[in-house]
């Protein structure tokens, strides 16, 4: 069983940015795909980024050029930077890791991974 910690989130002002960063623990085998998800109030949870263990990466077309997701391989672990951040990104972002290839092209969605975090919050203000 892997288990995800995330960290980073917190409130901040529109055009503010923050990091996210995702722990990835208790895993012997390597990880394939690992992406971040975020779910607002009302909401379903949503793809935002994904990676695969040799660095493509994949973005909804809402957080493209905004967003940038990259991984340390050696401290395992995950990382999501948030620039130029918006109101309607204000959500709990979540990272998640998949044991299969990550969908081409595309981030996937939450039935593609199997191991989630707990979460951070993530709230933006005009």
């Known amino acids: 069983q892997v288990q995800l910690v995330e960290s980073g989130g917190g409130s901040v002002q529109s055009g503010g940015s923050l990091r996210l960063s995702c722990a990835a623990f208790?895993?012997?085998?390597?990880?394939?795909?690992m992406g971040w998800f975020r779910q607002a109030p009302g909401r379903e949870r949503e793809g935002v980024a994904a990676?695969?263990?040799?660095?493509?990466?994949n973005y909804a077309d809402s957080v493209k050029g905004r967003f940038t997701i990259s991984q340390d391989n050696a401290k395992n672990t995950l990382y999501l930077q948030m620039n130029s951040l918006k109101p309607e990104d204000t959500a709990m972002y979540y990272c998640?890791?998949?044991?299969?290839?990550?969908?081409?092209?595309?981030?996937?969605?939450?039935?593609?991974?199997?191991?989630w975090g707990q979460g951070t919050q993530v709230t933006v203000s005009s």
């Open positions: 998640a890791a998949a044991t299969q290839l990550c969908p081409a092209g595309l981030v996937g969605s939450v039935e593609d991974y199997k191991y």
């Open positions: 208790g895993y012997s085998y390597i990880i394939d795909c």
């Open positions: 990676i695969t263990s040799n660095g493509r990466t």
